[in-house]
Structure formats: C-alpha cells, structure tokens
C-alpha cells in the first residue's frame, strides 16, 4: 500500500536558519503531494501541493519539489522564524479512492 | 467563508461507553472525511462521506461508524471504547469526492476524545 516516510523529529533552529524536512513515499500509481501544517491546538492547513514530476509548490517562504526518480518531496525554508514553529505532515493521495496518507510528522522548533 | 467546526472540542469517556462527534462542513462542500491521530500511529484515514454515503473507509473496527445527513453534516460514532481510542479526531471537508491538488481538503480543528 501507499506510504510516507518523514524525517523523525523534533527539530530545532535559530531564527534565520535554513530547513529541511525529508519525506520519501512509496505509491502506486501517480500520487499528488502535499505539505499540511499544524500549529498548537488547530487543525491541518494545507502549506503547498505538486501533482507531476518537477513541479514545485510553494507557500510563504516553503518550498519542495516533486522528484519521482527519487520519490521525494522535500520541505525547505531559506530563513525560519518564531512563528514557523508547529508541526509538518507529508501526505500524498493517489487511486481511486484518493484518500490522504501521512507521514508521521515533525515538530519544528525555531528559537529567537 | 466559516471553517469547518467540530463539537465538542474535548470529550472524556470511560471504557465500554460509546460517543459520537459531530462535524459541520464548510458551506457548499458536500465531502467529509474523519481523520484519526495518535501520537503512536499518526494520522489515519477513518472514512469519507459524500452526498450521505460512505465511499470511502480505511483499515478500522467495525467499532468505528459515521454517517452523514442532507445538509452534508456528519457524525461519528464510537461504540464499546477502549483505551486506545483516545485520540485527536480530525474531520475535513472538501467540494468533491476525495483529495487531490484540485480538491483541497479543509481540516477542522478537532475533537480530543480521552478514554479512561
């Protein structure tokens, strides 16, 4: 089955620092994939999305890139701050029945 | 534009109870989906509602049911809990059937459920 494999947590920065988040994933099929962002006590909001090979999403600073021949889709930031603290899912959706499947998650840490 | 509320937003239960959690969609979208996180397990994939039918469900107990009504709102229901339900529940809707780029899920703020 469809899986997500993100790098273990938790990390902590320095405000200004750059960031990177692993995720690798195994589907059938074409999968979408997203970025989903939760911050203490809220629900998930999508951060940023891509659907084919090379497409780059990106949403307030974050980025990552659709990289199939390594079936990757890393999250990066060029200069973290305070309020970039929360936690961060990858998830893609594929099949038929395109139901979200997530990574388990970092918890992100930026310090003044 | 509302988001997607969740009631209640904390629910202490004891083993052998059953409890139902209710989720009001954003207006116009006729999908729900129920989310379920641990901190064990993550987030999975409970079941989608769309157009007051199931279409789609993952890998839970029979336990674990929903329903939707006409007006796209949806319940879960839990029966006979156990310790290992507690958790976040997470329900998202969306305009259309399923999750893709063209079919953003919207997440609720949740419902945390401690089983005792």
């Known amino acids: 089955g469809d899986s997500v494999t993100q790098m273990e947590g938790p990390v902590t920065l320095s405000e200004e620092a750059f960031l990177t988040i692993n995720c690798t994933y195994t589907?059938?099929?074409?999968?979408?994939l997203f970025w989903y962002v939760q911050y203490p006590g809220e629900g998930l909001q999508l951060l940023l999305k891509?659907?084919?090979?090379?497409d780059k999403g990106s949403n307030k600073g974050f980025e990552a890139t659709y990289r199939k021949e390594t079936t990757s889709f890393h999250l990066e930031k060029g200069s973290v701050q305070v309020s970039d603290s929360a936690v961060y899912f990858c998830?893609?959706?594929?099949?038929?029945?395109?139901?979200?499947?997530f990574g388990s998650g970092t918890q992100l840490t930026v310090l003044p | 534009k509302a988001g997607v509320t969740q009631t209640p937003r904390y629910l202490i239960k004891t083993r052998g109870q059953q409890v139902t959690l209710s989720c009001s969609p954003i207006?116009?979208?006729?999908?729900v989906s129920w989310y379920q996180q641990t901190p064990g397990q993550g987030l999975q994939f409970l079941f989608e509602y769309f157009s007051e039918t199931q279409r789609n469900k993952g890998n839970f107990p029979g336990r674990f049911s929903g329903r939707q009504f006409s007006n796209s709102r949806s319940e879960m229901n839990v029966s006979t809990l156990e310790l290992g339900d507690s958790a976040l529940y997470l329900c998202?809707?969306?305009?259309?059937?399923?999750?893709?780029?063209?079919?953003?899920?919207?997440f609720g703020p949740g419902t945390r459920l401690t089983v005792l």
């Open positions: 207006s116009g979208h006729r999908s």
């Open positions: 998830a893609l959706s594929s099949g038929s029945a395109r139901q979200l499947t």
């Open positions: 891509a659907t084919k090979a090379d």
């Open positions: 589907a059938t099929g074409y999968p979408s």
């Open positions: 998202a809707s969306s305009p259309g059937l399923g999750a893709s780029i063209y079919n953003e899920q919207f």
